[in-house]
């Protein structure tokens, strides 16, 4: 199957109202072209040298989002185009975007990372970090930025019940955090082995890489 048809087949397999990033961290830029001839242009990427050198190479209507954890000092170079953070994890990050977003005239769009898995090397927030962050008043001053949501990653098992159970609770808390924040609308969880479990605990945008492009090398 080609990944033009492989893209095709994941989206007509999933609601329509969950948004699919496509993952292309360590793809050729041929490669990516074949899912972008699909008529997908959302593309996600974990390190900031790769994805610049893929924004200077891809068509410029592509919507490139950053995935992993991103470095102050780097986000001057993402700023100008970046379209979603999905992996803000602290509040001096969170100044640093609204500082470069302000210089660019922008207001960049990002997704506060909740750190829900059993494992040491994820980085993020955890539940009552983003509530304070939410309600303070250092937040209101940062105008340049826009938080639309919450990202998640589960544990790395084969054990669903507890993917599920780590997925739930942060459906759970999104949920609630919507009620006085109706900016928050993105819920970001699901990789290639457990989107099917995110969709049904609430997923609204899943990130794909090997279930399209087959195992990374
Ligand atoms: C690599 C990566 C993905 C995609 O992983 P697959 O298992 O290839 O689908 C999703 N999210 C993040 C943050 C990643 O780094």
Known sequence: MSLTEKTNQIKSSIPANVILVVVSKTQAVKKIMEV???GHFIFGENKVQELLDK???LPKNI???LIGHLQSNKVKLIAPFVDLIQSVDSFKLLQEIN???QKNNRIINCLLQLYIAKEETKFGFNY???EQLLYSEDIKKLKNI???GLMGMASNTDDKSQIEHEFF???TFFKKLQISNPSIQILSMGMSSD???AIENGSSLIRLGSSIFGNRI
């Open 169 to 171: 609770t942060l459906n």
């Open 55 to 57: 924004y200077e190479q």
């Open 146 to 148: 826009n938080i639309i």
């Open 36 to 38: 972008y001839d699909s």
């Open 128 to 130: 009552p970090e983003v």
């Open 63 to 65: 919507q490139w989002h």
């Open 99 to 101: 500082k470069q977003a």
């Open 195 to 197: 989107y099917t479990i």
